[in-house]
C-alpha cells in the first residue's frame, strides 16, 4: 500500500514538472500560504467543501485526475508531536489576526510620528509666511509722479490709466512738484508670468527674449535705460529702488519705454 500522503504527493509531482510555488500561485490563485499548506498536510480549520475545492484546482493544474484520487475522501490533519517539527498550521482567521496586530505602533511611536508630523505642518506654514512677507508690497497711492502734459503730479499706482507721457520720479509729500534726481538709473523687472522684452543700458542690449515668471532682473546705468514689453500688466517695474508698479494693461505691448538720469521714465503710447 502507497504510504505517500496526498500533499507529499502533490508535491512530487510539481517539482516533477519543475514548477516553483510561486507560478503554482499565480496560475491557480491559491494562497501561497493554503498551497504550502497543502502539500504539508497541515490544514486546519477550514471547511470541507472549499478543501476539495482546492484540491481539485491544484490536482487539474498539476495534470492529475480528480476522478478515483485519494485526495477526494482524504482528510488533512495537523502531523502528530511525535514527528519532526513544523511550523504552525495555517488558520485563515489567526493569520489576518496577527497580520493586523503587526501593524499595530506602540503609543510612544505613535506619539512621535503624530509629534513630527505637527512640526512639519508648523514649518511648512512659517514657510508660506515669510514667502507671504517677501511679496512686494501693493503700490502706495503717496508716491507720485509727473505727468510732463498737464505738469502736475499724479498717484504712481494709477499710472497705468494715463495715456499721455509721463515722467516718472518718486516725490515727497513735501515737495510734490520737483522730480528727484539720483545719480544714474537703475531698472528693475519683476514678472509675474512668462513676457517677452528688450532692454538696452546706454545703447547696448543686455536682454532680448522671454523673461520667466517671477525671475527678478535689475540693471543700472550711466545715462539711461530703453526697453520694450510684450505684456504691460504681468511685469511689475522698480525705478531706482522704488516699489514695483504695473505700466499697462495686460496684454497691451509698450515699445518705447525710457528710463533716464534728468527726466526719470518717459513712456511713448
Known amino acids: ?47 470541507q467543501v472549499y478543501l476539495k475545492g482546492f484540491l481539485k484546482i491544484y490536482s487539474k493544474f498539476l495534470g492529475l485526475e480528480p476522478s478515483g484520487h485519494p485526495m477526494e475522501e482524504v482528510r488533512l490533519i495537523k502531523p502528530k508531536a ?35 508630523s505637527i512640526l512639519a505642518v508648523l514649518g511648512i506654514v512659517k514657510i508660506i509666511s515669510v514667502m507671504l512677507k517677501s511679496r512686494p508690497k501693493p503700490q502706495d497711492s503717496s508716491v507720485f509722479v509727473v505727468d510732463k502734459i498737464n505738469k502736475k503730479p499724479v498717484p504712481l499706482n494709477k499710472l497705468n490709466k494715463s495715456k499721455s507721457v509721463v515722467l516718472v520720479a518718486p516725490i515727497n509729500a513735501a515737495n510734490k512738484g520737483k522730480a ?33 515668471k517671477n525671475r527678478f532682473e535689475s540693471w543700472t546705468a550711466k545715462e539711461r535705460i530703453d526697453f520694450f514689453l510684450a505684456n504691460a500688466g504681468v511685469v511689475g517695474v522698480e525705478v531706482n529702488g522704488s516699489a514695483p508698479t504695473l505700466l499697462g494693461r495686460r496684454g497691451e505691448v509698450l515699445r518705447n519705454i525710457s528710463l533716464t538720469k534728468d527726466e526719470g521714465l518717459t513712456i511713448k503710447r
Do not use: Q, W, Y
Not at 10 to 38: C, D, M, P, Q, Y
Not at 83 to 98: G, I, M
Not at 196 to 204: A, I, K, T
Open 1 to 47: 500500500m502507497n504510504s505517500e500522503s496526498v500533499g507529499a504527493k502533490l508535491k512530487r509531482v510539481r517539482l516533477e514538472k519543475g514548477i516553483s510555488l510561486e507560478e503554482a500561485h499565480k496560475k491557480t490563485k491559491l494562497h501561497l500560504n493554503v498551497l504550502k499548506a497543502i502539500e504539508e498536510d497541515s490544514i486546519v480549520g477550514i471547511n
Open 180 to 212: 528727484v534726481r539720483t545719480p544714474g538709473v537703475r531698472l528693475g523687472l519683476r514678472p509675474k508670468e512668462d513676457c517677452l522684452v528688450e532692454v538696452r543700458v546706454d545703447g547696448h542690449i543686455v536682454l532680448r527674449g522671454v523673461l520667466k
Open 82 to 116: 511525535t514527528h519532526p517539527p513544523v511550523r504552525e498550521p495555517v488558520s485563515f482567521l489567526k493569520s489576518s489576526r496577527a497580520t493586523l496586530a503587526n501593524i499595530r505602533l506602540p503609543k510612544a511611536k505613535a506619539l512621535i510620528i503624530i509629534g513630527v
